[in-house]
């Protein structure tokens, strides 16, 4: 290719008129052969993104499988500190984001300086940081958790431990009650998904259909938590939802894991749940839902946007990533 022939990025994506009659699926499958290309996928991607993805997952599997393959190139679908954490665990391949602009309230609810003030003011602490953080946070940290293995790392360490937890405070809040571990400052942040289900909107699904199950993140708040009969990480509702005999389930979770639930569970019922700020609208994250297959054929055609983390700063982040790899196994 010219160089002349790179596109610009326009809002964090290439934005450039594709040949409508273009098989997208097709071309980006050839392209994935020529370049050994793999597309990681979380589930709460576009149901089409999750359709032509090599793996989808939650946090941890994806970066599990981020840490393990064989490809020279990983296009990352999900948003920027999970590509960010593809990065940092495998520094010589390229890693390419089909948005560059795809943020994570969570993520932003943490600022370096802020949490490095913060951290002086608890000298001995173990500091554990949610994976839904930059590599600045995870290099201020000593561990790093998802919400799959949070309560497993959590009790892995001495009751009397003092942990810093952070920066998510309803997951930090499940965690200490789940393992009753006393000695936990839980940094004061949250995402603004998982934040605004509608608490009524869930009672009128489970007036409406009694035997239905609710199945809630541990990022909601403890008001839907208080009405789920199963509570877990993304992948752990997922495998919920086939094993339990239930054949209707609420998710109180971002609705684009209804795609693998109704694809694992083709005769069984899956209601989302709607935002309380905007009654009528299907409570999602919409920067999960930038990914398209548009902007991922664009990614995977001129490798753009790629992913660059600076080595120090990886390597320090490493560390606090593998030993979640490492505590997970
Ligand atoms: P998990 O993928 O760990 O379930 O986390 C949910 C989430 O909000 C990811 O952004
Ligand atoms: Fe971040 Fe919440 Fe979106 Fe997950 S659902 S990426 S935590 S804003």
Redesign the pocket.
């Known amino acids: 290719m010219n160089k002349e022939d790179k596109p610009m990025l326009k809002n964090g994506h290439i934005e450039m008129p594709i040949d409508p009659s273009l098989d997208l699926r097709s071309e980006i499958a050839k392209m994935k052969k020529e370049k050994n290309a793999i597309i990681l996928a979380h589930y709460?991607t576009n149901d089409e993104v999750q359709e032509i993805a090599d793996y989808t997952g939650d946090s941890l599997g994806l970066s599990q499988k981020a840490a393990a393959n064989d490809a020279d190139i990983i296009v990352f679908a999900?948003?920027h500190f999970m590509a960010e954490t593809a990065k940092i665990l495998s520094p010589n391949k390229k890693v390419l984001i089909p948005d560059s602009e795809t943020?994570?309230?969570?993520?932003d609810s943490v600022n370096e300086k802020v949490f490095a003030e913060f951290l002086k003011q608890y000298p001995g602490y173990t500091v554990i940081s949610y994976v839904?953080t930059t590599a600045e946070i995870k290099a201020m940290s000593d561990i790093v958790c998802t919400s799959s293995n949070a309560v497993k790392i959590v009790n892995s360490l001495p009751k009397d431990e003092k942990i810093i937890f952070g920066p998510d405070k309803n997951l930090g809040a499940y965690v200490k009650k789940v393992t009753g571990h006393e000695n936990m400052v839980i940094w004061n942040g949250g995402?603004?998904?998982?934040g605004n289900f509608s608490v009524e909107h869930i009672k009128k699904l489970k007036q409406q259909n009694p035997e239905a199950e609710v199945l809630a993140h541990p990022?909601c708040p403890a008001e839907i938590l208080d009405l789920a009969s199963y509570i877990g990480a993304t992948s752990a509702l997922l495998k919920h939802s086939i094993e339990s005999k239930t054949q209707k389930f609420i998710i109180a979770t971002?609705p684009g894991i209804l795609y693998e639930m109704k694809k694992q569970c083709p005769n069984k019922e899956f209601y989302p749940v709607l935002s309380k700020s905007n009654d009528n609208t299907i409570n999602q994250?919409f920067?999960?839902k930038k990914n398209t297959l548009e902007n991922i054929y664009l990614t995977l055609k001129y490798e753009l946007p790629e992913v660059f983390v600076e080595p120090t700063l990886a390597n320090k982040a490493l560390s606090s990533i593998n030993r979640m790899l490492e505590m997970s196994k």
């Not at 943020?103 to 993520?107: E, T, W, Y």
């Not at 995402?191 to 998982?194: A, F, G, M, N, T």
């Open positions: 709460y999900g948003v943020g994570c309230s969570l993520a839904n995402c603004h998904v998982h990022e971002e994250c920067d999960m």
